[in-house]
């Protein structure tokens, strides 16, 4: 089979590519040499021990062989570098020359290995109508000006490459003068030293001008992007990138123009800016990759004062029908989480700085102006997902996408951040004008608040990312644990429980299904175990959970104020009593007792908090119990799995509740159209109706029909668990009002 010409090129892109993290790797290797030379044998010769004329000697020697190993890391990072800059500009050459070659075919035209255009009418006719076909038919000038035309860009792209080629050969063939350290003639730390700060001074001029209102051409525009995308890995490069651009100020005032040619001044090439601006944010994660390093300290310095200067941005200043606050700016922080959003790969030691830097900044208690990102507007939703508003809730969002430090930032056993954003925090931001006469704040909370706190409690409470498939149950951080046992309890505390924020809702209800087999002991009120502790605990290798019940249900009486996050943890809740029966063996029925009772409790909880929600809307009750009981039967929910070490096995039963859960949904329909009343609350038994047939189902698996004895004497003793369960949970709810 021949090969094609795309094969080829690929190849050879890829070669390159391959090439240069192979030279990369070996920098760090000779850098790891460096080191390991440096701490264990010049470190023992350099000690005190040693004295003599071989030792002096040995020092000269000692130090040559350190530079070599410097020399030699310097050099294979510099060839990488060279490489990547290889790679980025042909894959950006191939890009512009296939472009050229498919606009020729789209329209008509064939297209010969030379590049040269001959139109086919057939195609013409084709792609562009017959009449367009019979036009150039009959006109052979306008047929040989398209031909021309077509041929000439693809020429002019070719053209492009060669020159660039050129380029890239005069880099490769550079001999730079040696750096006068190592051994004399040996490795060479200069190569690709020049090329990567020279590099990086060409992509700033291009940004500075773009920054100040000129209009760089688009080939020093692509030319930026190029440079920028082959060099984001290196710290050299971006140092030099950002310090070229005015240091934190710059990197501010780049973005912002960024964003205002992409968003309002030049849509029509918003992909170029926007990819500009996301190599920015590369580049920042670059070059403070380091925290140790002088650039890091001043970088982190220059943010202090700029975070909270004001600079222009159009998305909150234009002036757009129905929207106050025109000609309004913007403080330094909201402009660096807006980028920073773009990028990722951040180090730990900025996400933490940075979250902190902006706490001090607003935070009362240390200093800060709780009013600092106010602005007249709400900047919230798909339109301005470009523009963090709210900085600490966007730091808080950037965070989450890294658990571990998620859990560690929210860690109540190490610092009050976890209490300061659910209690103690200000979370208006939608500037609605001067303190009223009674000193009240007539800010409003914008409509996308808490969302990144959402996101960080799920990952910091579970270990893994927002909205994946979480292996309910397992965790192997005991401040996991902890961070979801204060979460409840600040809730409760600052009056949040049922009064749940809605970005909230989800998050939370998505977290709470990662701690079901915890919920399953707490409200089955039959485990003394978890009575006797109070937040995370261990137990067998385990980590576990306690929060007391009276905490808890108020907290699900907030996620249920949207009907399918409350859904959505029911169902993993009947799932996880239906895995627990399923595991058990066929001897005696205590422990189907136990087990069935459990669950009986538990989904008792669930029908109180339901029949209390479906009485405070009584008359949104039958959308509310619709979109429940959809939340409840989604497919996708059958794939829940429990971790191994709390359900002996699951395979039994096989989620035998779905084969109920028409009749159960019946029920709930039937519940929420009861008349309100404190009495018709107390009545609410779909959930026990499903442990019934669960227990049947289960009984009848193992020999046992629905009429024995057996079968009627568990599910007898489910019914008045389920039922003190409900009236638990009622009880504690009225109880808060």
């Given amino acids: 089979m021949p090969v094609s010409y795309d094969d080829i090129v690929n190849a050879e892109l890829g070669s390159l590519e391959d090439a240069a993290k192979s030279w990369s790797s070996m920098g760090t290797r000779f850098g790891t040499l460096q080191d390991n030379y440096s701490d264990h044998v010049r470190a023992a010769a350099d000690s005190d021990t040693w004295s003599g004329y071989a030792a002096a000697g040995y020092k000269n020697w000692g130090q040559t062989t350190t530079e070599t190993y410097g020399q030699a890391k310097a050099e294979a990072q510099g060839v990488a570098a060279l490489l990547r800059l290889a790679h980025a500009t042909l894959t950006q050459c191939k890009k512009e020359v296939e472009a050229a070659r498919d606009a020729a075919v789209d329209a008509g035209m064939d297209v010969n290995s030379q590049g040269h255009c001959t139109m086919n009418f057939d195609k013409v006719a084709e792609k562009k109508g017959e009449k367009t076909a019979d036009k150039y038919r009959d006109d052979a000038k306008a047929k040989a000006e398209a031909e021309e035309k077509y041929t000439a860009d693809i020429q002019k792209a070719v053209k492009k490459t060669q020159e660039a080629d050129h380029s890239l050969k ?14 004399k003639g040996g490795f060479n730390g ?38 920028s995308r082959a060099h984001d890995e290196d710290p050299e490069y971006s140092r030099t990138l950002i310090n070229s651009l005015g240091g934190a100020d710059g990197l501010l005032r780049t973005h912002n123009r960024l964003d205002d040619l992409a968003y309002y001044d030049d849509k029509d090439h918003r992909k170029s800016y926007l990819s500009l601006d996301k190599e920015l944010a590369s580049n920042l994660a670059t070059a403070t990759r380091n925290p140790s390093t002088d650039f890091y300290k001043k970088f982190h310095q220059q943010m202090l004062k700029a975070g909270t200067k004001e600079y222009d941005l159009k998305a909150v200043g234009e002036p757009e029908r129905g929207r106050p606050g025109q000609g309004q700016r913007i403080r330094g922080y909201q402009s660096l989480v807006s980028l920073m959003q773009r990028g990722d790969n951040y180090t730990r030691e900025l996400l933490v700085d940075t979250a902190d830097a902006i706490r001090n900044a607003e935070d009362k208690s240390r200093g800060g102006n709780p ?18 508003a709210d900085p600490y809730d966007g730091m808080l969002k ?17 610092n009050d951040n976890l209490e300061y954003a659910l209690k103690e925090r200000s979370w208006k931001h939608v500037d609605m004008g001067e303190t009223a006469p009674d000193g009240s704040d007539p800010d409003k909370e914008s409509k996308g608040a808490r969302e990144g706190l959402g996101r960080i409690i799920e990952a910091g409470a579970t270990g893994e990312l927002p909205g994946s498939h979480h292996e309910l149950g397992s965790h192997e951080d005991p401040a996991q644990a902890r961070v979801m046992y204060r979460t409840i309890k600040e809730l409760n505390a600052s009056g949040q429980a049922q009064e749940m924020p809605e970005n909230l809702r989800q998050p939370l209800a998505r977290t709470l299904k990662d701690y079901v087999p915890d919920l399953h002991e707490i409200l ?8 006797n502790h109070e937040g995370a605990w261990q137990d067998n ?19 249920a104020e949207d009907p399918e996050a409350f859904g959505s943890l029911y169902q993993a809740q009947q799932q996880y009593g239906q895995d627990k029966l399923a595991g058990l063996p066929d001897s005696g029925n205590e422990a189907p007792k136990v087990a069935a009772g459990e669950t009986a409790s538990a989904l008792g909880a669930y029908d109180g908090i339901r029949a209390d929600i479906i009485y405070d809307k009584r008359f949104e009750k039958q959308t509310w119990s619709n979109d429940f009981n959809t939340a409840v039967t989604t497919a996708s929910g059958y794939a829940l799995n429990f971790t191994g070490a709390y359900t002996p096995g699951a395979d039994i039963v096989n989620r035998l509740v779905g084969v109920y859960s028409y009749q159960a949904a019946k029920e709930r329909l039937a519940e929420a159209a009861l008349e309100a009343t404190r009495e018709n609350a107390e009545t609410f038994t779909a959930g026990q109706t499903e442990v019934s047939n669960m227990v049947a189902k289960w009984a009848e698996s193992r020999g046992h029909n629905q009429d024995s004895v057996f079968t009627k004497d568990i599910v007898g003793d489910t019914k008045e668990a389920h039922a003190k369960g409900r009236d638990d949970a009622l009880r504690e709810l009225r109880a808060e009002r």
Avoid: C
């Fill in 170 to 183: 005069t880099d490769f063939m550079a001999d730079p003068k040696q750096s006068g350290k190592g051994m």
């Fill in 190 to 227: 200069n190569i690709g030293h020049d090329i990567v700060k020279r590099n990086a001074r060409r992509t700033a001029a291009t940004l500075k001008a773009v920054r100040d209102g000129e209009k760089p051409s688009p080939d020093e525009l692509r030319e930026a992007a190029i440079l």
């Fill in 371 to 388: 009013d600092i990102w106010d602005l007249q507007g709400d900047f919230s939703g798909k339109k301005y997902n470009h523009f963090a």
């Fill in 398 to 414: 950037i965070i989450s996408d890294s658990p571990d430090l998620a859990t560690d930032y929210l860690d109540p056993d190490e």
């Fill in 524 to 531: 089955g009120n039959r485990n003394n175990r978890y009575e």
């Fill in 541 to 559: 290798g385990l980590v576990r959970m306690s929060v007391r019940h009276k905490d808890l249900v108020p907290v699900m009486r907030g996620i």
